[in-house]
């Protein structure tokens, strides 16, 4: 299984932005509002292309983009994942 079909049992899709930087991304609510998980490589600059890559999961707000929370880094994309199942 690839890393885009590991993502997508988690809801998350591939997104590209508008300055070219693509991330895994999932529509989610935070405290009331909506918004959107995206999930990069550490350095924020493209998605993590395998499970030992560190990730990076930032928070936004869906209507202003408005970062939410500061960033969690996590040591690996497994790591993230399992941390979002418990």
């Known amino acids: ?3 885009e079909e590991v993502m997508g049992k988690y809801g998350f899709r591939l997104s590209a932005g508008c300055s070219g930087k ?3 991304t999932k ?8 918004a959107f998980i995206s999930v990069t490589n550490v350095n924020g600059e493209g998605f993590p292309t395998a499970m030992t890559d ?3 999961e930032m ?3 869906l209507k202003s983009g408005d970062e939410l929370i500061p960033g969690r880094d996590f040591d690996s994309l497994e790591a993230y994942l399992r941390s979002i199942q418990e």
Do not use: F, L, Q, S
């Open 1 to 3: 299984m690839n890393i």
């Open 59 to 61: 928070i936004y707000d």
């Open 22 to 24: 693509a991330a895994y």
């Open 54 to 56: 560190p990730v990076r």
């Open 27 to 34: 529509n989610v609510k935070h405290n009331g509002k909506r």
